[in-house]
């Protein structure tokens, strides 16, 4: 089948391009400035009778409110205010065009009939029909041909015996109608509903089939739902042809307080491995009352390959923990915050890397006023988690935090200082209890250069030197619950603790020089480039680590840098690495490119290395071939394995009222060996809904980390 739409795309191109008057373009009737229920008639000639039933020939128009008729001849009926019209006519109103050959007009109803009929709709439709029904903001059609392209040929169009149109919902109706592609018929279906002009309707969505490894070939052809200005449901259906039927649904809200978004999948016997299989998921952020606010991040899988096998998503087959989330938040002022949440994660892998731990429950109240108090700024936080382990252990940790800093600022130049003491106290299930008692202290101060430059652009420069001291505790007899150790980056160069969690606290006595550097461009406000550099000076050693793990030595640490360049005609750029001084050698580079040009055209290209863990180079294009024509594709190469990771390819052909997308994607599905290669065709149809996503699955996921 997706074959055959393919050919249809390249058979015929010239012919689909064909678009004399372009779908959906408007129009206005200009009228004379008379009182609103005065009928104009003009003729050549008039013959009255004594009924008040008038003839009028030769060059005959009528004119009445919004309403417009043009024909040779008519008989006109004054007091009941009807037209007869038994030959070839014209007529237009706001929202209508049509040529018949008959018409019978009702003008103070505003209703009218006209037999073998050719008609154009304001909102982008056009076609024929035996009979057409004319009434306010609803237009009724039997032995119908549907379309909104262009010519007398179109390159698809809807063949129904009746279509209703409601011109004040936006939505079409269709009954007994057969969708023809170039004459060569898809689609049968005694009922659907299609969207009339941009509104959102409830109606089918765009179809998607192709293959994979996985599932077979598959067909997915999804259902939308209307159900509210402010809500909605889609309903899809996916057949596997080596899975089964998985039925689909995801219901969308939005309101004055929130917005909500619920949705799952469900096969009831997997056809390879004869179980059922299920998804849900579910995301809420409201507010309940003026401060208060909630919000649900849920997911779960029947088991840990649905999403390896079953996923919609490039990025599907790669996740190993779904985390659920539920948390209340009470803000009465900006600077106070009392919070509480429940955390439970499901792993989607069979030989797990760490111990994950349930939060059941985590209360947390804060203290952080955002206004300073004479350069003043004090901090306080309370928080109590009780962990929930895998093998039914309970552990509770307490932590207390206190600290002051004080901040001037004044032309060029700024300083700090501050200090914090932190209290965390453990009670594990086997009866132990642990305390750890921590001050840390930081100042730091920098200054700030501006000068201009020829060509209008300003150049800016920050060198800044921080402080931070923490003194050594013992802590090797703390356990981990949510502590790792985030790679090394700019980022956190100056951050008070290695660590990104609080069961490790780093002892410090390091100095942070670093300096930044812009070019600005103040009649665009456009940073159009930047430099960043930095390292840390290790005073003493740092012996604080994680299990397994070794500290930090005295010294200089790695040097860090980055730039970023933003060109005037769509070029972008980065480029940042690490260079480690004790072994003289990078440890960690990326490189960048993007370029978006004015006719959609996109170029990617970017390498990244980290030594002992990866190197690879991606890239990705999205190109306009000529005519209606693009291309996209994406390639990712592991140069440590020699071997490809992720390909993609595609090709598209948009024409006026209908595209086609086609894409093959082969890439890593689980273990470093399987690998899975999928193949996937969308045909769109406008008129029938917005155009699909056309390359949406080749380019969602960027290749660059702006």
Not at 310 to 325: H, I, K, P, W
């Amino acid at each position: 089948m997706y074959a055959i739409a393919l050919a249809a795309g390249v058979a015929a191109p010239a012919r689909a391009q064909v678009c004399p008057e372009p779908a959906g373009a408007r129009w206005s009737i200009d009228l004379p400035d008379t009182p609103a229920d005065m009928i104009t008639l003009e003729a050549g000639e008039v013959f009255l009778d004594a009924h008040g039933v008038s003839t009028l020939e030769d060059g005959v128009l009528l004119r009445y409110a919004q309403q417009r008729l043009a024909t040779e001849q008519m008989r006109y009926d004054h007091p009941a205010r009807q037209a007869r019209v038994d030959g070839a006519l014209r007529y237009q109103n706001a929202q209508t065009r049509i040529e018949a050959g008959a018409a019978r007009l009702a003008l103070e109803a505003e209703q009218a009939e006209f037999d073998d009929t050719r008609f154009m709709l304001n909102s982008g439709g056009r076609g024929r029909a035996a009979g057409l029904q004319l009434a306010p903001d609803e237009l009724r059609l039997q032995e119908v041909v549907y379309t909104t392209c262009g010519g007398d040929d179109p390159a698809w169009a809807l063949h129904g015996e009746r279509i209703e149109i409601d011109a004040d919902r936006g939505q079409g109706t269709a009954r007994n109608v057969a969708l023809r592609f170039f004459d060569v018929p898809l689609l049968y279906v005694p009922w659907f509903r299609f969207p009339v002009g941009d509104a959102r309707q409830t109606g089918l969505l765009y179809p998607k089939l192709g293959s994979s490894d996985s599932t077979g070939f598959f067909l997915r052809w999804p259902v939308y739902l209307n159900l509210h200005p402010q809500a909605d449901l889609t309903l899809t259906p996916e057949w596997m042809a080596a899975r089964g039927l998985l039925l689909g649904g995801e219901a969308r809200g939005l309101w004055r307080r929130g917005e909500a978004l619920i949705g799952a999948r469900y096969l009831a016997e997997d056809d390879k491995t004869g179980e059922r299989r299920a998804q849900s998921y579910a995301q809420v952020d409201a507010r309940l009352f003026r401060d208060v606010r909630v919000e649900l991040d849920y997911a779960d899988v029947s088991d840990i390959d649905f999403l390896r096998d079953l996923g919609q998503s490039g990025g599907d087959s790669a996740t190993t923990v779904l985390e659920r989330r539920l948390e209340l938040s009470w803000r009465p002022s900006p600077d106070l915050l009392a919070r509480t949440r429940v955390v439970d994660f499901q792993l989607l892998t069979r030989e797990p890397t760490a111990e994950v731990f349930a939060r059941e429950p985590e209360v947390a109240l804060q203290y952080r006023p955002l206004e300073a108090w004479h350069g003043l700024r004090p901090l306080a936080r309370i928080e109590v988690v009780r962990f929930s382990g895998a093998d039914d252990r309970e552990d509770t940790r307490s932590d207390a935090l206190a600290g002051l800093r004080w901040e001037a600022d004044g032309p060029g130049w700024s300083v700090h200082l501050g200090g914090q003491w932190r209290v965390t106290d453990y009670q594990l299930d086997d009866g132990r209890s642990l305390r750890r008692d921590l001050p840390t202290l930081r100042a730091g101060a920098g200054l700030r250069f501006r000068r201009p430059l020829a060509g209008g652009l300003v150049q800016t420069l920050q060198p800044r030197l921080d402080y931070i001291y923490t003194p050594h505790r013992e802590q090797d007899a703390l356990p981990v619950f949510d502590t790792s150790l985030p790679d090394f980056s700019l980022d956190q160069l100056r951050a008070s603790n290695r660590f990104s969690g609080i069961d490790r606290i780093s002892d410090e006595s390091t100095l942070v020089p670093s300096i930044e550097s812009s070019l600005l461009d103040p009649a665009s406000g456009i940073r159009r480039a930047r430099l960043r550099v930095g390292l840390q000076l290790r005073l003493a050693d740092s012996e604080v680590t994680l299990p397994g793990a070794e500290g930090s030595r005295e010294g200089s640490s790695d040097w860090l840098a980055e730039v970023d360049v933003d060109a005037a005609n769509g070029i972008r750029g980065r480029a940042a690495g690490q260079y480690n001084t004790q072994e003289e050698q990078l440890d960690a580079l990326t490189i960048g490119g993007r370029y978006i040009g004015s006719r959609g055209q996109r170029l990617q290209l970017a390498y990244r290395f980290r030594r002992e863990l990866f190197e690879q180079f991606d890239t990705l294009a999205l190109w306009p071939l000529g005519g209606r024509w693009s291309g996209a594709a994406r390639w990712t190469w592991s140069v440590e394995e020699s071997r490809s990771l992720e390909t993609l390819t595609g090709l598209s052909y948009q024409s006026c009222c209908w595209g086609v997308t086609a894409g093959v994607r082969r890439f890593v599905n689980g273990s470093a060996d399987d690998f899975d290669t999928g193949v996937f065709v969308q045909l769109a149809f406008k008129g029938l809904g917005q155009f699909g996503r056309g390359f949406g699955e080749l380019v969602d996921r960027d290749t660059l980390s702006f």
